[in-house]
């Protein structure tokens, strides 16, 4: 069984900052790439960021120079630091983990609950 849960969404008035984080836990063999995802009313999901098993991150061009994705293997943990945030950035932020549950066993992703953030103009 493995859980991945966020956390740190809220309401922030624009050029705010947020930090998001989110932890996978449970019974598994290794994460690969984790990841930050978010969908705002009337839209498609997105992505916002992810981070490889080595730390190396990949951003969606919207977010590029404002949020930083970073890494903690030995816990986990995603982290998202959302500077200068515009009311666009407003959504459900989901975050995922891609987890194989055993060495023989494919990757499947699995997916928190999501947290809301709110960005007033």
């Known amino acids: 069984q493995v859980q991945v849960v966020e956390s740190g969404g809220g309401l922030v008035q624009a050029g705010g900052s947020l930090r998001l984080s989110c932890q996978a836990s449970g019974s598994f063999f290794s994460i690969n790439a984790m990841g930050w995802y978010r969908q705002a009313p009337g839209k498609q999901r997105e992505l916002v960021a992810t981070?490889?098993?080595?730390?190396?991150?990949n951003y969606a061009d919207s977010v590029k120079g404002r949020f930083t994705i970073s890494r903690d293997g030995a816990n986990h943990t995603v982290l998202l630091q959302m500077n200068s945030l515009k009311p666009e950035d407003t959504a459900v932020y989901y975050c995922?983990?891609?987890?194989?549950?055993?060495?023989?066993?494919?990757?499947?992703?699995?997916w928190g609950q999501g947290t809301q953030v709110t960005v007033s103009s």
């Open positions: 981070v490889t098993s080595d730390g190396s991150p």
């Open positions: 995922n983990a891609g987890v194989r549950t055993t060495r023989w066993s494919p990757t499947y992703v699995y």
